[in-house]
């Protein structure tokens, strides 16, 4: 097709939805488009001082963290998975939820309930003294330990991917290895783990973006990463410029890692052959010994990931809610839940803007481009908080000098602070919007069409009642997580607005990690709801397949 036919074909097929979704794109991409502009402009005066001294301990820490997680999650993730999925053992049930539970606790929260646990008078040293060790410890704050509290709360990614491979399998490539003689075990390392392969690596990129964003963790065990590098150039040497390069070192890191997510499933493909329900997936019961040794194996992540820190939580709680539990902090809390239910409802919004113009929209290439809008939870949220305190501060700048403002009226107020987190968990709400949307009989909508009635109308008369899970799902995933987030929200928040997050770790930086308890549990009882809905999801897409 030559350029004149070319442009025809892009005059006839241009619209107004696709003019919108140029919009709503270059609105979310803004944040992005700025790290990449301000790095033509030079890296600030100390950038030469921490090439030469600091840079390589940040790329260090970073690679060893990241090495050692892979490995404690793949396996803790896989191993359970395949457990409670292929076999059957007492708590089984139980355990198979249970082990989702961790992915309620952030790394954070779980480092200052480590520390405890781990401290002169914690419940490790306590149960030492019991046994008669008493002067036996074991120094928690360093990467190691650190890679150790990074696994335990990240590893259901790698379990709920794995799991989901494992559940979506038939049993005859299983029940045929085992007429040839193959037992369980080679046939799990032959067969079964190369297969989930694809799955496994999902799971675990996705770890490896969460431990890269890491910054409370971190910061509090002392270790230097990326994160925390940025933080240090941000605001204690003043400069944003040495931020935005090591911005960009990271953003690098982190879209490798999306690349080599992709590239190591290019080619493969994967068919089921379904049996009968009955047969389907039927797990083997071996014997007691080895049912007893299963049903520890998967208990143990259970155990460290969220029991003891919840334990170390509740003692401390018990210690310090009298002098925490105050006027100020019920205040503080309602502004948290007040924050994430506005931004929940904004996001989700700018996600069904963002599916259904690139649905009403006709031109391709604008179709396949949506998917860039939805980048935003594979950078870190430090990233995109720099991206949006440099042109939100120019602008207000620009209006003050037009004198149409005195004040600033974008910078380090609740409006940008929405517009972060919109950019940050945009994917969140997407992608349970979109497997809903897909789920709809196009024939419906076509039909509508067909008798006059224009797109806005088919939405709300026929697509929004079928898409309502979705939108549910969607406002609850990005909720808990907006609760949850840290690194963004301490550079983004106005200085007269808290949460939950920032003050638990205000109290751990200020050395009374005790009074991180209250906010700390709040927020792990308000993310045990997706935990919960989660599991759910995973047995009713496998009792479909």
Not at 309 to 321: A, D, E, G, N, S
Not at 468 to 496: H, N
């Amino acid at each position: 097709m030559n350029l004149k036919n070319r442009f025809f074909k892009l005059k006839r097929d241009l619209n107004r939805w696709s003019l919108l979704l140029l919009l709503v794109l270059g609105i979310v991409s803004i944040p992005i488009l700025t790290i990449g502009f301000k790095l033509f402009g030079g890296p600030g005066e100390s950038w030469n001082h921490i090439v030469d001294y600091v840079l390589f301990d940040y790329l260090k820490n970073s690679f060893l963290l990241a090495l050692f997680c892979s490995i404690i999650v793949i396996l803790f993730g896989v191993t359970t998975a395949w457990l409670v999925s292929r076999f059957e053992f007492p708590f089984r049930k139980q355990l198979e939820w249970l082990l989702i539970l961790p992915l309620s606790v952030p790394a954070y929260i779980m480092a200052y309930a480590y520390a405890g646990v781990f401290g002169y008078s914690g419940i490790f040293s306590k149960f030492m003294g019991f046994i008669g060790i008493g002067d036996f410890r074991i120094e928690i704050m360093n990467i190691y330990g650190l890679s150790l509290i990074l696994s335990i709360s990240l590893f259901p990614y790698v379990y709920v991917s794995s799991r989901t491979f494992f559940l979506a399998q038939a049993t005859n490539l299983l029940e045929a290895s085992r007429m040839l003689g193959i037992s369980e075990f080679k046939s799990f390392f032959k067969l079964i783990f190369p297969l989930a392969r694809p799955a496994i690596i999902a799971g675990l990129v996705l770890v490896l973006m969460e431990v890269l964003n890491d910054y409370g963790a971190a910061s509090y065990y002392g270790v230097s990463t990326f994160t925390t590098g940025i933080f240090r150039s941000w605001f204690s040497l003043g400069e944003p410029e040495t931020a935005i390069y090591l911005s960009a070192i990271l953003l690098l890191i982190v879209f490798g890692l999306i690349l080599f997510e992709k590239w190591q499933r290019r080619h493969l493909k994967f068919t089921s052959a379904k049996t009968s329900k009955q047969n389907y997936n039927s797990r083997i019961k071996p014997r007691k010994v080895n049912q007893m040794w299963f049903s520890i194996i998967c208990f143990i992540p259970v155990f460290l990931g969220f029991i003891l820190p919840v334990i170390q939580l509740f003692i401390w709680l018990k210690q310090t809610f009298s002098t925490v539990w105050t006027a100020e902090f019920i205040s503080i809390t309602l502004e948290s839940f007040g924050i994430a239910f506005l931004t929940a409802s904004v996001t989700v919004f700018v996600a069904l803007l963002l599916l259904f113009f690139t649905k009403w929209n006709k031109i391709r290439l604008l179709k396949i481009s949506s998917k860039l809008g939805v980048l935003g939870y594979a950078i870190p949220g430090i990233i995109i908080a720099i991206g949006v305190l440099i042109p939100s501060l120019y602008l207000d700048k620009w209006l003050i000098e037009k004198n149409i403002t005195s004040k600033l009226i974008l910078n380090a107020t609740l409006i940008a602070l929405v517009y972060a987190y919109v950019v940050r968990f945009l994917a969140v709400a997407y992608q349970p919007l979109e497997s809903s949307s897909l789920k709809i009989d196009r024939s419906l909508s076509d039909s509508s069409k067909v008798l006059g009635q224009g797109n806005f109308k088919t939405f709300f008369k026929i697509e929004f009642p079928l898409i309502r899970v979705g939108l549910l799902s969607a406002f609850i995933l990005v909720f808990i997580d907006i609760l949850k987030e840290l690194p963004l929200t301490l550079i983004m928040k106005p200085y007269d607005v808290n949460t939950l997050a920032v003050k638990a770790f205000e109290y751990a930086s200020d050395e009374m990690v005790s009074s991180a308890a209250l906010p700390s549990l709040l927020i792990i009882l308000t993310a045990l709801i997706p935990a919960i809905f989660l599991n759910k999801l995973l047995l009713k897409n496998a009792s479909n397949s």
